[in-house]
């Protein structure tokens, strides 16, 4: 029960940051993505997800794609753009969430960071209702939506462009690497590419080609645009260390996945 009482608590918190985005005073918000292509992509990845795991599973990534939509939207209104949209399926064709664009690193770090940041309420609330009914067949829902929660979050923060992770640290680097070459981004593909052969681990091998293959044709950062000043590094540094490492106690399971010791 002190479990549950304290997850509440958070998420009482969560409110009270996320409530001057959700006033309603402000206008509604259009959904986009709703093609039927976007609905068939969806379809099909939810439909593999409860074929290799379970239906459960599978509504739990919807909930953790959801609210990790619902905080990149609530993030840019916070940073002050009225003008956003919530997306179905975060795909380029699906366009931005706002047509404004960032004015500092530190606003584009914010917004990156809150899609992510949104889902820990929710995670250790589910942990806390699973532990709240053990024994219940409700356990077993609620544990699966808090470890689901957790590996979507945790995935999404990996330093990989284009999940939010590459992107907050490519933010985080500008202000001391502003001439830095790709050599640090290449030395972590290679040590992931020589990890995937000595493990033998063609899922980690696939993980890491493809990261650094989007690492080369990631976006540039627009120059004219200030980078976080040194005060706000040393918070946003902190920030999303702790938001990485909050969501490993849920995901962790997924690096037993793709290094085949589940």
Do not use: C
Request: charged share 10%; proline share 8%; net charge positive.
């Amino acid at each position: 029960m002190t479990f549950f009482l304290l997850s509440m608590v958070l998420v009482g918190a969560t409110v009270t940051v996320v409530r001057p985005a959700m006033y309603a005073g402000r206008r509604p918000i259009p959904l986009i993505g709703v093609s039927g292509s976007h609905v068939i992509i969806l379809g099909t990845i939810l439909a593999a997800i409860a074929l290799t795991f379970d239906v459960v599973t599978s509504a739990s990534l919807l909930i953790a794609l959801t609210i990790h939509e619902l905080g990149i939207v609530l993030g840019h209104r916070l940073a002050g753009h009225a003008d956003v949209r919530f997306r179905l399926i975060p795909m380029p064709r699906s366009g931005p969430v706002s047509r404004d664009p960032h004015l500092t690193d530190l606003e584009h770090f914010f917004v990156v960071l809150m899609g992510p940041a949104l889902g820990l309420a929710p995670m250790v609330l589910a942990f806390a209702l699973s532990d709240l009914f053990a024994g219940h067949p409700l356990q077993h829902l609620f544990g699966t939506l808090a470890l689901t929660l957790g590996a979507f979050n945790f995935i999404a923060l990996l330093p990989i462009w284009p999940l939010s992770g590459g992107t907050l640290v490519q933010l985080m680097m500008r202000p001391g690497f502003l001439r830095v070459s790709a050599l640090p981004a290449a030395s972590l593909f290679a040590g992931m590419i020589g990890m995937s052969w000595a493990t033998d681990t063609p899922g980690l091998f696939l993980i890491s080609v493809i990261g650094a293959l989007a690492y080369a044709i990631r976006p540039p950062i627009p120059k004219e645009r200030p980078p976080m000043p040194g005060r706000a590094l040393m918070t946003a540094i902190p920030a999303y260390l702790t938001t990485l490492s909050a969501f490993f106690l849920g995901g962790w399971w997924v690096l037993l996945v793709v290094t085949g010791q589940f």
